[in-house]
């Protein structure tokens, strides 16, 4: 079975300034695809930014980039030019490439991201 | 607009009183899930379901039934609800393949007295 840790319950950030968010995973599977999901006080959960594990580059979205570290099984989230509207909880997530397994997926536990005027 | 609709937002039961939490998306999608969201848990996975009329368990499906017999649909059913199942309650849906981003529904704040 996959774990998905995220060690940091909470972070905080000023705003303007740059953030990591740490995600860590434990598979045995050599495909699959991680993402970071978003969630604002609304609760409405929302798509930050994927990764695919075949894929060496790590995936940019405009101030949202990653740093994927494969044989480490590391997956964090870089927020740049920290916005108020960033402040939100922060979901790591694993899903598996294999479709015997693929409808499974794997949530950290979160972590709150503050963001200080 | 493309959405996944969960209904209701808000349910206070009392134990042992069956109930549904319906889910629907308008988005043709093959792929939907339930997720429970607690404190400190995260979400963990309560059912999946990758078409319909195929459905499967995640990592928490103790005491709940799903269905999948439209595309569109997949409600969530609590025979014998019990307070450890009070909880958010998130719906997702996304067409075929892992790679595809979850959308996901707005939440349903249960609570089982």
């Known amino acids: 079975a996959q774990t998905v840790t995220q060690s940091q319950p909470e972070m905080s950030v000023q705003e303007a300034e740059t953030v990591t968010l740490s995600c860590t995973y434990d598979t045995s599977e050599s495909d699959y695809y991680l993402f970071w999901y978003k969630q604002p006080p609304s609760r409405q959960m929302i798509l930050v930014i994927r990764q695919e594990a075949y894929k060496q580059q790590n995936a940019t979205e405009n101030r949202f980039s990653v740093n994927f570290q494969k044989a480490a099984k590391s997956f964090s989230l870089k927020i740049s030019d920290s916005q108020l509207g960033d402040a939100a909880m922060y979901f790591c997530a694993y899903r598996s490439a294999f479709n015997t397994n693929a409808g499974k997926s794997t949530f950290g536990d979160g972590t709150t991201l503050t963001v200080k005027p | 607009e493309a959405q996944v609709t969960q209904n209701p937002r808000y349910l206070i039961t009392v134990t042992g009183k069956k109930l549904t939490v319906t889910c629907s998306q308008n988005m043709n999608h093959e792929y939907m899930s339930w997720y429970r969201q607690d404190p400190g848990l995260g979400l963990r996975q309560i059912y999946y379901s990758m078409n319909v009329e195929v459905t499967d368990k995640g990592d928490v499906p103790e005491g709940y039934k799903v269905s999948r017999k439209e595309k569109r649909n997949f409600p969530l059913i609590l025979e014998s609800p019990s307070p450890n199942q009070t909880s958010l309650y998130f719906c997702?849906?996304?067409?075929?393949?892992?790679?595809?981003?979850?959308?996901f529904g707005s939440g349903t704040q249960l609570s089982v007295l």
């Open positions: 997702a849906s996304s067409r075929a393949g892992a790679n595809e981003k979850l959308f």
